[in-house]
């Protein structure tokens, strides 16, 4: 077969695989999609790069060692404690091991399936593995760019007449975040202390965060980094992005309101960024590939491109108090709400001349939809606590409490299939006395 008609294969709805639990239609690691990971189990607590298949994880270091596996590659680039050395091989390469993956697993190949000594040996119950960080991260950037959002937190910070600045229309506004504090779900978050000021005082007071907030948002990670001085052209790229992660931008909005002018967040956001421990590839995601919504005014010319950018991506977020048994799903939404593309994002990140390297994460910023139940934010949930949101189990909510557990979830909708993100947790732990 010719590698398009491969590529269209690891798609094809019909495709099953013999690893049962994949079938399930509402599993989110389908065969269609084959998001890679790190994970160490209890048998072996050396990180390596796998890959979620149903309830399994395919570990791609035995496979490679088995001959099952080409890579590009002389060094075993999955036994390692990151993904980096594996996505600097290059798209052919991810794109290949995909396609690889996709006909092992598939129901009809024997291959693996009828090799009990091996498949012992390369499947790894998901249930007993521990995830890990999937790349190291050189640089962290978090963008703004839904309007939606924008708008909501401008009328509350400044006023509706002004929330939406001129400049928001015309570029994707984006600020330098913190690398060092993104960690993989599952990990707790402690809430922060920094500086509150209280509208009744004149000078501020140093306390424990009061208003502390999730941020719904969906992260890329760079595949093909560009060198200094030479930027990424909007319609390329797509072709730098190796795939998409859930992403927590937990955020202190009383330290946030306090000290964002004229520079913009610091504190804030710098405590904590959770990312879910599977990455999607944009192969996986090509057949959910929607149009963007209609830009007025149009973008200057780089940040220009033909066809379709956006992704059907649904998103949820629950709430769960610590000792309940139930999450509270408090937000509903899309990511094809999102104004600005992760296309239009890059090139307008790179425009200056600004390079970027493997594994750098690029956040969506705030994914809020139109309707006062799809907010991506407790602030916009609660109108900055002024509208409580009701717990199932009794108790209400303005912003979150010592113990809540939160929890992102996404997935696209095929047809039979999904193709998910798992899940992207953390748990709040009191501030620091
Ligand atoms: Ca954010």
């Not at 309830?55 to 980096?84: M, Q, Y």
């Amino acid at each position: 077969m010719s590698a398009l008609s491969d590529l269209q294969a690891t798609r094809d709805p019909s495709r099953k695989s013999w690893v049962e639990s994949a079938n399930e239609p509402r599993h989110d690691f389908s065969i269609q999609n084959l998001p890679f990971g790190i994970f160490s189990d209890s048998h072996d607590d050396a990180r390596r790069a796998g890959v979620a298949i149903g309830d399994e994880i395919v570990d791609l270091s035995v496979l490679h060692a088995a001959g099952l596996l080409t890579v590009p590659a002389k060094a075993d680039v999955f036994a390692r404690d990151s993904l980096n050395d594996f996505i600097a091989l290059g798209r052919d390469a991810w794109r290949s091991v995909r396609i690889q993956l996709s006909n092992l697993l598939a129901r009809d190949t024997s291959t693996l399936r009828d090799n009990a000594a091996l498949r012992g040996k390369a499947l790894v119950r998901r249930a007993d593995a521990r995830l890990h960080l999937p790349v190291q991260i050189p640089g962290y950037t978090d963008f703004y760019s839904s309007k939606e959002h924008a708008t909501n937190v401008g009328s509350m910070f400044r006023d509706l007449k002004n929330a939406l600045l001129p400049n928001w229309s015309e570029m994707p506004i984006g600020y330098n975040g913190r690398a060092s504090s993104v960690v993989v779900s599952g990990t707790p978050v402690r809430r922060p202390n920094g500086q509150l000021k209280l509208p009744d005082q004149e000078r501020p007071v140093f306390g424990a965060c009061r208003k502390l907030d999730i941020e719904l948002e969906t992260g890329f990670v760079i595949g093909g980094g560009n060198a200094l001085g030479e930027p990424i052209a909007c319609a390329d790229a797509e072709a730098h992005i190796f795939g998409m992660v859930l992403l927590n931008d937990w955020s202190a909005r009383d330290i946030q309101q306090w000290e964002y002018v004229p520079l913009g967040p610091f504190n804030a956001k710098t405590f904590a960024t959770t990312i879910s421990p599977w990455i999607v590839t944009l192969d996986a995601l090509e057949p959910f590939r929607v149009a963007q919504p209609q830009q007025e005014p149009r973008p200057l010319a780089y940040l220009r491109h033909d066809g379709e950018h956006a992704f059907d991506i649904a998103l949820e977020v629950a709430l769960r108090p610590q000792g309940a048994k139930e999450a509270t799903t408090i937000a509903r939404t899309n990511f094809r709400h999102m104004y600005w593309t992760m296309a239009q994002q890059l090139a307008h990140h790179t425009v200056s001349g600004c390079n970027t390297r493997v594994g750098d994460l690029m956040g969506s910023g705030t994914i809020s939809g139109p309707t006062d139940d799809s907010y991506g934010s407790l602030l916009e949930l609660t109108w900055n606590g002024k509208k409580p949101l009701e717990l199932k189990e009794g108790g209400t909510r303005s912003f979150i409490e010592d113990g809540d557990e939160l929890t992102l979830a996404g997935w696209c909708q095929g047809d039979g299939y999904r193709v998910g993100f798992g899940s992207c947790v953390g748990e709040i732990l009191p501030a620091r006395g």
